[in-house]
């Protein structure tokens, strides 16, 4: 029980450290808000041209788009979240410091981590999710017990964004400078989350790739349970298992890891 009281309270630490930033999330959500208005006039030209575009209608279409700039800081689709943080402190020596708390690294970044995502959802993803679901036709669910379906399979994208993320920032310890391994983390949260276009709309076999990768778990699946084009069971195992690889990954990197720290100076 202590050991949850412990990460409850870092989670609910990283939740008011990001409330402070009112500016930066008034910012956000106008960012949020004018990029999604780009991407549906963008999705509603193609979706012209190409009707039923990976299986999708207009108004499916336009739901996906406003649920993608909900979740993009939510999930940190592109980066942003603690990754940076943690490979500068893995940089100038200072996780020896975390390494000496009484609590396990990966769980302390998780727990962080969560913190993160609930303020950026409330914070930050509700507004341009409710702007353009009044604003445009979309195709969202009647029935609350999706909605709650929906909230499980964002929990568990939340794990697999961390996992992904808690990897990358990892590389920190065999890396001199992490500035590459995150531009790669913005490319491919940009292009296999389906931030872009759905992955739906990809050519085979790219598309069967693509969708076979843990990043679709994060926006695409999600996305597809709450318009009813998928089964909640197939998507919570399909998430539940790049979970559970991810972050026993995540594990045995951290392990190898710290076997032998070597900081800077001493």
């Known amino acids: 029980m202590g050991s949850v009281r412990l990460y409850a309270a870092v989670a609910a630490g990283s939740f008011r450290r990001y409330a402070t930033y009112r500016v930066a999330t ?123 379906r929906f909230l499980l399979a964002l929990l568990l994208a939340m794990v697999v964004s961390f996992g992904i993320r808690f990897l990358v920032a990892l590389s920190g310890f065999w890396l001199l400078d992490g500035t590459g391994a995150l531009q790669m983390l913005m490319v491919t949260g940009m292009f296999c989350t389906g931030m872009a276009l759905p992955l739906n709309a990809f050519p085979e076999p790219l598309g069967g790739i693509v969708r076979a990768l843990p990043w679709s778990a994060m926006l695409q699946m999600p996305a597809d349970l709450l318009m009813g084009e998928t089964g909640a069971l197939r998507t919570y195992a399909f998430q539940a298992g790049w979970a559970v690889v991810l972050l026993v990954l995540g594990r045995m990197v951290q392990v190898a890891a710290t076997r032998r720290v070597v900081v800077q100076g001493g």
């Open 26 to 148: 008034a910012a956000g959500v106008f960012t949020n808000t004018v990029f999604g208005l780009i991407l549906v006039y963008t999705y509603l030209a193609l979706w012209d041209e190409r009707p039923q575009l990976g299986g999708y209608d207009q108004s499916q279409a336009v739901t996906y788009v406003w649920l993608g700039q909900a979740l993009f800081a939510t999930l940190a689709l592109q980066g942003g979240g603690f990754e940076a943080e943690l490979m500068e402190r893995i940089r100038t020596g200072a996780v020896a410091i975390d390494l000496y708390r009484p609590a396990d690294l990966q769980l302390w970044w998780f727990a962080a981590d969560l913190g993160r995502s609930f303020f950026q959802l409330l914070g930050r993803g509700v507004i341009p999710f409710a702007f353009g679901a009044l604003v445009f036709p979309s195709a969202l669910p009647s029935d609350p017990s999706l909605w709650l």
